[in-house]
T-cell receptor, first 112, second 113 residues
């Protein structure tokens, strides 16, 4: 099994640009989670989906952030427009049980 | 300018010694508590979990202890190895909310050969 796949692994962009992060969960997993990790705030849950439906987006920082899961094998996290304070590592995780999540390698985002 | 980040608590141990990593939690409504290991440049990796109605669970070289009275969780690693060097996070799991995880700050474990 390839595990959770995220792309790109690194993204450098300029303030104001749109950024799209992608995630392919493990096949057969029905829950998908997006996290953000910074030194200041640690690991924060942004949003999670169950069976492709967004369940809790209370962690999404503001309207500039949006996430979609059009099918069971793909999800995107979009930031538009991006700001320097969005610089972080973004992780996607998937699970088939409620007490073990499998994390992807993360996308390191730098907004200049 | 450069932002000031939090400094993670650090635990330094000698190879072969036992390690104990501690975590305090705040919400008594958590269903499970989970320990994750994060190596540099990688995503967190599940180590072991414990249900909230248990006080001890053992895995391979790891033991998790839960004290609900003082809201304290610990991870014990026996015979610590250089490969155990990583940041360790405890997380509260809300089983009835789809397995939502709330992570603690993290502790950096450094193993000296």
């Amino acid at each position: 099994d390839a595990g959770v796949i995220q792309s790109p692994r690194h993204e450098v962009t300029e303030m104001g640009q749109e950024v799209t992060l992608r995630c392919k969960p493990i096949s057969g997993h029905n829950s998908l989670f997006w996290y953000r990790q910074t030194m200041m705030r640690g690991l924060e849950l942004l949003i999670y989906f169950n069976n492709n439906v967004p369940i809790d987006d209370s962690g999404m920082p503001e309207d500039r952030f949006s996430a979609k899961m059009p099918n069971a094998s793909f999800s995107t996290l979009k930031i538009q427009p991006s700001e320097p304070r969005d610089s972080a590592v973004y992780f996607c995780a998937s699970s088939s049980t409620r007490n073990e999540q499998f994390f992807g390698p993360g996308t390191r985002l730098t907004v200049l | 300018g450069e932002s000031v980040g939090l400094h993670l608590p650090t635990l330094s141990v000698q190879e072969g010694d036992n390690s104990i990593i501690n975590c305090a939690y705040s919400n008594s409504a958590s269903d499970y508590f989970i320990w994750y290991k994060q190596e540099s440049g990688k995503g967190p990796q599940f180590i072991i979990d414990i249900r909230s109605n248990m006080d001890k669970r053992q895995g391979q070289r790891v033991t998790v202890l839960l004290n609900k009275t003082v809201k304290h969780l610990s991870l014990q690693i026996a015979a610590t190895q250089p490969g155990d060097s990583a940041v360790y996070f405890c997380a509260e799991n809300y089983y009835n909310q789809g397995g939502k995880l709330i992570f603690g700050q993290g502790t950096e474990l450094s193993v000296k050969p």
